[in-house]
């Protein structure tokens, strides 16, 4: 997966969908995070949104076309997941997606 640096524009839109009450927002690898409990739950990769969702949540995104996520070739998260452009590019479509995710930290 190429990486290309995020506009202002996408981290502007990024943080107003995966903030949620009680997160806190940081940065990896240059990438903006949103955590809580410590528990990273979305990130921004260039203009991929990359989510950690519950085993179940993971199987009902993946049949919607999410991938795992692999920052480096050949290095796939096990546990994170690309969604996919569709959803991502939809506020009403993603910001369900982010709330499973940031209930899943949680927990």
């Known amino acids: 997966m190429s990486w290309k640096k995020s ?8 943080d107003a969908l995966a903030k ?11 990438c903006p995070t949103w955590k809580v409990n410590g528990n990273r739950y979305a990130t921004l990769f260039g203009d991929r949104v990359v989510l950690r969702l519950s085993d179940e949540d993971t199987a009902a995104l993946e049949a919607k076309s ?11 998260s ?12 939809s506020p009403r479509a993603l910001k369900p997606w982010v709330a499973k995710a940031a209930a899943h930290a949680r927990a």
């Open 7 to 14: 506009t202002p524009e996408q981290v502007e839109r990024f």
């Open 20 to 30: 949620v009450p009680g997160a806190q927002r940081g940065v990896l690898f240059g």
């Open 66 to 76: 999410a991938k795992p996520f692999e920052p480096m070739k050949g290095k796939k």
């Open 78 to 89: 096990s546990k994170s997941l690309v969604v996919p452009p569709a959803i991502a590019k």
